[in-house]
């Protein structure tokens, strides 16, 4: 039985980007994320509970923008809708030139493959993985040959400067190199887009600072397009734009 | 203390894992229960057969009536023994029947089965006095008519009220009546007129065996003198109870064995169910268990607490189980009786005993499987409950 | 690095729980194996039955004999190439009371015609046929009761009263591996001779076994030998060796039945421990397969590492278990049970059908409990999963 998910039927790929191009619609040049009259709401029972209104927001290629506001406010839900793991209840939602809106949840999950790199509170790393198998984890939804897979991983954990930590497990690891761990992860399929949730909130100034830089270095030396949910000011202030978000609608 | 409440209420909480413990447990007190039940039914059926005031005399040697044979004439021999009561007519109460064991067509199942015949005298009542007619009549002396124990009715070709079956080429036995007996193993049997069975099978002047009554259990032993004394007549005396006892060894002991070595191996790998969900109950409640000890409790408390909690785990498979085994009380089971290599008809009889027994089974692999994740619990320090 | 290697890492994760886990499994395909044992000891009898031999008996009843002059009929039907006669003795060493082997008296001359599976000492062979009061013994028997060529034993008669005596001249060992080791077998013609004149047990044959040219004509020559008694006071009942064993299990139908019933409850005890074990060890990781979710991984590969999860650990455990079954059942049980209850067990041993069976049953349980959990953990809500802590 081969489990690998690269063995997935051939062609899926492919599949994949047509999918995307058919959703695709002409935006400003400039903008990689848009979205125009978005709206989610939950229902709490039959009690309709209104987290985004009608919300409008454009990003910049290469944009590096802070999502900041109190809890309850949205930001996570925005993020997830701009991450592709959920979907406006009305609205148009581009990202990378994909009508996320539109799509089923096996193209998302492809799409977020392809495009997004995540980088969370708690790293999430698999603990049962090393720091080099946790990198290639995501290279397992692509068709690449194992020894390429592994060769990127380890670019990619020279990138984030742990490749001196390639075997360690993450429990071996201190929480700053855990997260750079899990920014490697990130970046390892080469994705347009990086969502940061809170990602220096479990961490102390120091480590705090060092991943700041890092996702600095992601935005100016690789281009990605970066947008983090934060509590601290301290982080807000790394970003080129902080929009604040309150009662689900940006202010 | 810390409250029983506390530990049920997280039981509940983990409703799938308690499900499967509390199942795998019920499982094995069910196969527990039900070996056991059919033990103490085979020795209940056999049991029944036999009075302890009730002597049978049998072929030296012989361990069955099956293969004894005495002549017609030794009859009256054992009957003037000393102890052997006596009716209000002064005559002696014994009987010599002739036992056979005929194979018949199985209904339901292809293939054959062995099916004794016990050819009885005319005054037959009169010293079977438990003997009933449930359906039909009594057979008419002298003929070629028969009843049949009530077990055995539909389970075979030709023995159903009003039916007839060969007992030899071109002699078939009616069946006119549907006999019950104390729920003993008889109702397994078929009863015919001694002189038909004789004839049919070339027995003539024969009996596989004589019974008599004793005047009181402790004569038997001054009957067992003279009949055993006499070595011409090469005759063993036994109790009927001890008879019947022995007849039913090798069957339940084969049953109770086999229900036990299940049982224990069951056992095992259910404990090992319980300590999983116990372990894991624990594990996942380490913050609550640091913070009741933060609280005050003392590692005593916890431990008991947890172990409380196995054992209500323990006991609801029980009752389960038990619940299980309980259904079982309809199942007529029929198996060959290894003695007499005839098949008898057996049910499942539960004993207040046997139900006892199988609950403290439960609470015992309840507490084995909990004792270590319960001492585990008390290990657990203060400060987890400031932890993440 | 694969996507099944993450499996089999977690399996390892909390390791107590695999380990218990595993030791479930085994000790529950231990019961399994040993049950399955039971049953195809029980069976082995009648499958391994030799297909070229008929057995002739009372139709009515066992326990009436047929005459003697029987046996020359039957040597006359066509297809048939010999018969051996022989009656029941039924007796007891009262040295060893609580001993139970089968006594036998026997044709001599067509005994080793009929039986050809008995392996004797052809200097035994020779001794015993010349000996009219010789007995020869089955070597499992011939162990138990401490019996060497020589010996002179007493047998206590039931169905032939008295006391009976024989020199054991020979031990038979068998070239088939399904007889009964156990058997005492002695000279038909001393039991008749010492019979009083007279008496209705004279001149009388328990039963006939006939050897037949071909298997195929089994029924046809069975049919014949019936027909030939059909008009005389007896008549009589012929079967394959076969159908003869398949009967005697028809009557333990309800014991093989229960057994059979109860090694399926094993099964469903397991797959309660393994579905067990598997639902939790995917609840603990809820956030992980969000986090997978979340990277582009699909619900079936996380039904795929869910079920490879369990896989492993069924396959582990029926591995351990069938490891386990060789020493218990073989070396223990089965030994003791060969000795002692050889007349019904004369081969107990773990078969290869049993063995295979017990693994690719932990296999497909792994599966099966494996995939309620799947199922729920490919449902799972990303964005929840990822929220819920731990």
């Known amino acids: ?251 | 203390m810390i409250p029983i409440a506390y530990n049920l209420r997280s039981l509940a909480v983990r409703r799938t894992t308690t499900l499967a413990s509390v199942l795998g447990i019920g499982l094995v007190v069910f196969v527990l229960a039900g070996a056991l039940m059919l033990s103490a039914g085979i020795k209940q059926t056999l049991g029944r057969s036999g009075k302890s005031d009730i002597a049978i005399v049998l072929r030296k040697g012989s361990d069955a009536e099956m293969a004894s044979s005495i002549e017609s004439p030794t009859l009256g021999l054992i009957l003037s023994a000393p102890g052997v009561k006596k009716d209000a007519s002064g005559s002696p109460l014994g009987i010599g029947e002739l036992l056979i064991v005929a194979t018949m067509d199985k209904i339901g199942v292809d293939g054959v089965s062995n099916v004794q015949i016990r050819g009885v005298p005319e005054q037959v009542g009169r010293f079977r006095k438990g003997l009933q007619i449930v359906d039909g009549r009594a057979a008419q002396p002298g003929t070629d008519e028969v009843i049949i124990g009530q077990r055995l009715r539909g389970r075979f070709k030709g023995l159903d009220l009003g039916q007839s079956f060969d007992l030899r080429k071109n002699r078939p036995a009616k069946v006119v009546g549907v006999f019950a007996y104390e729920g003993s193993s008889h109702e397994s049997e078929i009863w015919a007129d001694i002189d038909t069975v004789r004839q049919a099978f070339g027995r003539a002047g024969l009996f596989s065996s004589v019974r008599v009554q004793l005047s009181s259990p402790s004569q038997f032993d001054a009957f067992e003198a003279v009949i055993e004394g006499d070595k011409a007549l090469g005759l063993d005396a036994l109790r009927e109870d001890r008879y019947y006892e022995k007849q039913s060894e090798g069957t339940s002991i084969f049953v109770t064995g086999l229900g036990v070595v299940i049982a224990v191996i069951f056992s095992i790998g259910a404990m090992i169910g319980a300590m999983i969900t116990m372990y894991a109950s624990i594990a996942s409640r380490s913050r609550e268990i640091g913070t009741l000890r933060a609280l005050g409790f003392s590692r005593p408390a916890i431990m008991i607490s947890f172990l409380l909690e196995a054992l209500a785990l323990a006991l609801s498979g029980g009752l389960l189980g038990i619940a299980l085994s309980l259904c079982l009380g309809t199942v007529r089971f029929s198996m060959m009786n290894f003695a007499s290599w005839s098949e008898i008809v057996f049910s499942f009889s539960p004993t207040p005993g046997i139900l006892l027994s199988a609950l403290v089974f439960a609470g015992l692999m309840g507490l084995f499987g909990g004792l270590f994740p319960a001492l585990r619990a008390t290990r657990i320090s203060p400060l987890s409950a400031m932890r993440d | 690095m694969r996507l099944s290697s993450l499996s089999v890492r977690n399996v390892w994760r909390n390791r107590l729980r695999a380990l218990l886990t595993v030791l479930g499994i085994a000790v529950a395909i231990v019961a399994f194996v040993l049950l399955r044992t039971v049953l195809s000891a029980w069976t082995v009898g009648a499958e391994a039955s030799a297909k070229d031999r008929l057995g002739t008996r009372n139709k009515v009843t066992f326990v009436v004999p047929l005459p003697k002059r029987y046996i020359e009929t039957i040597r006359q039907v066509p297809g048939v190439v010999d018969a051996s006669y022989a009656s029941w003795f039924g007796g007891k060493d009262p040295r060893h009371e609580n001993e139970f082997f089968a006594s036998m008296a026997v044709e001599t001359k067509t005994l080793f015609s009929v039986f050809d599976e008995l392996v004797v000492p052809p200097a035994d062979r020779e001794r015993w046929l010349n000996n009219r009061k010789g007995a020869l013994v089955g070597d499992v028997l011939a162990k138990k009761l401490g019996w060497k060529v020589g010996d002179t034993v007493t047998l206590q008669g039931s169905i032939y009263p008295g006391d009976w005596q024989f020199q054991i001249e020979g031990i038979y060992s068998s070239t088939r591996k399904v007889v009964d080791r156990s058997s005492f077998f002695f000279h038909w013609d001393y039991l008749n001779d010492s019979l009083p004149e007279g008496s209705p047990q004279r001149d009388r044959i328990g039963w006939v076994t006939t050897r037949i040219r071909d298997p195929l004509q089994a029924g046809a020559i069975s049919q014949a030998i019936d027909r030939a008694f059909d008009e005389q006071e007896i008549q009589t009942l012929t079967m394959s060796e076969r159908a003869m064993n398949l009967s005697f299990l028809g009557m333990v139908s309800a014991v093989l039945k229960a057994i059979d019933l109860v090694s399926l409850v094993i099964l469903f005890i397991m797959m309660l421990i393994l579905g067990n074990t598997i639902a939790m060890s995917t609840r603990e990781r809820t956030r992980e397969f969000g986090v997978m979710r979340a990277i582009g991984f699909l619900p079936h590969h996380i039904a795929l590492a869910v079920l490879i999860e369990a896989i492993v650990i069924g396959g582990l455990g029926g591995g351990l278990g069938l490891v386990l079954s060789y020493p218990l059942v073989e070396r223990g049980m089965g030994r003791f049970i060969e000795e002692n209850m050889g007349s019904f067990f004369p081969y107990f041993r773990i078969s290869e059908g049993t063995a295979v069976a017990a693994l690719v049953l932990a296999l497909l349980l792994g599966l099966s409990a494996g995939l309620l959990p799947a199922y729920r953990a490919a449902r799972l809500n990303v964005i929840d999963s990822l929220r819920r802590a731990g």
């Open chain 1, 1 to 251: 039985m081969n489990s690998s998910p690269q063995a997935s039927p051939s062609g899926s790929d492919r599949g994949a980007a047509s999918d995307i191009a058919e959703h695709a619609r002409p935006t400003t040049a400039e903008s990689i994320i848009s979205l125009r009259g978005v709206r989610k709401t939950y229902f709490r029972g039959k009690e309709p509970i209104h987290v985004l209104q009608d919300l409008d927001l454009e990003v910049p290629v290469g944009g590096y923008e802070a999502l900041m506001g109190p809890s309850g406010s949205g930001k996570s839900t925005l993020l997830n809708l701009i991450a592709g793991l959920d979907r406006p209840s009305a609205g148009s939602l581009l990202v990378a030139g994909a009508d996320l809106g539109a799509m089923s949840d096996s193209q998302l999950a492809r799409w977020r493959a392809n495009t997004i790199g995540f980088i969370f509170q708690a790293y999430n790393l698999m603990p049962v993985l090393t720091a080099v198998e946790n990198v290639e984890l995501p290279l397992l939804l692509t068709k690449l040959s194992a020894s390429e897979r592994k060769r990127r991983a380890q670019t990619a954990l020279r990138i984030v400067g742990l490749e001196d930590r390639m075997h360690h497990y993450p429990r071996q690891l201190s929480g700053g190199q855990e997260q750079r761990v899990a920014i490697a992860r990130a970046i390892v399929n080469d994705p347009q887009v990086l969502v940061a949730d809170e990602p220096t909130g479990d961490l102390d100034r120091q480590s705090a600072d060092e991943i700041l830089t890092l996702l600095e270095r992601m935005n100016r030396e690789l281009h990605k397009t970066i947008i983090m949910v934060t509590h601290d000011p301290a982080a807000a202030e790394r970003a080129h734009i902080t929009r604040r978000l309150n009662k689900g609608q940006l202010i």
